[in-house]
């Protein structure tokens, strides 16, 4: 079973927006990372925050952090037709001691040119 | 330097028969992770090699799923006896020495489709 959820599932907006993504998860952690699959390929590692950090940044990209409330958030400013993808949130396993990672079901992110 | 790569890219097998999927992690990198991704799903996790170690296999479905990593790189993914239920793309990654924190390099995964 998947740790994570994201939400939405399927975010569509113009190009020049901002996207949004929340992701909550269930057990304890050491990092969050998000990822980037685009249509039929791997996925792309975006940004790493570890649990001990509120926000990170990363060219366009801004990620938060609340371990009280297990959740996450990635806003990608002024979007392009290529942030078109699937977007994933992922934890690390902290509390079984695991060093796989456990994925969200993923947000699908259209934008529109 | 080269990504992972992994081969075939797709594979049709017939219900019933045996697959052999392979992964080339980045050269130096200890920890290889093998994941499967059903359709309009993230990526779940099957089993953890460090070096030629197979340290955590709790993801694999059933005994029809093998993988081994004899000499600490490439790394074999064998599914037998296939059933429809296998159809998904099969991802490999990657991560350095260092531990849990790194993040992990993914190839472009196998397409396996169970006819």
């Known amino acids: 079973s998947q740790q994570g959820e994201e939400d939405p599932q399927a975010l569509s907006i113009q190009e020049g927006e901002n996207a949004t993504m929340n992701c909550s998860y269930k057990t304890s952690i050491n990092n969050l990372q998000w990822y980037r699959q685009n249509s039929g390929r791997g996925l792309v590692h975006l940004i790493l925050?570890?649990?001990?950090?509120r926000e990170k940044h990363s060219g366009r990209l801004r990620v938060t952090l609340d371990t009280s409330k297990k959740s996450s958030s990635l806003l990608i400013t002024a979007s392009r037709a290529a942030d078109t993808a699937s977007y994933f949130c992922?934890?690390?396993?902290?509390?079984?001691?695991?060093?796989?990672?456990?994925f969200g079901t993923g947000t699908r992110l259209t934008v529109i040119p | 330097g080269a990504g992972v790569s992994q081969s075939p890219r797709y594979k049709v097998a017939k219900r019933g028969q045996d697959v052999a999927l392979r992964c080339d992690p980045i050269s130096g990198h200890v920890s290889l992770f093998w994941y499967q991704q059903a359709l309009g799903q993230g990526p779940e996790f099957l089993t953890y090699?460090?070096?030629?170690?197979?340290?955590?296999k709790s993801g694999l479905p059933s005994d029809r799923f093998f993988a081994e990593r004899p000499e600490g790189s490439v790394s074999t993914l064998k599914i037998q006896r296939t059933q429809q239920e296998d159809s998904a793309v099969y991802l490999c990654?990657?991560?350095?020495?260092?531990?849990?924190?790194?993040?992990?390099?993914f190839g472009p995964g196998t397409r396996l489709t169970v006819t």
């Open positions: 090699f460090q070096n030629e170690a197979q340290l955590d």
């Open positions: 925050i570890r649990s001990n950090e």
């Open positions: 992922a934890t690390d396993g902290s509390r079984t001691g695991a060093n796989n990672l456990f």
């Open positions: 990654a990657s991560s350095p020495p260092g531990g849990i924190s790194y993040e992990q390099y």
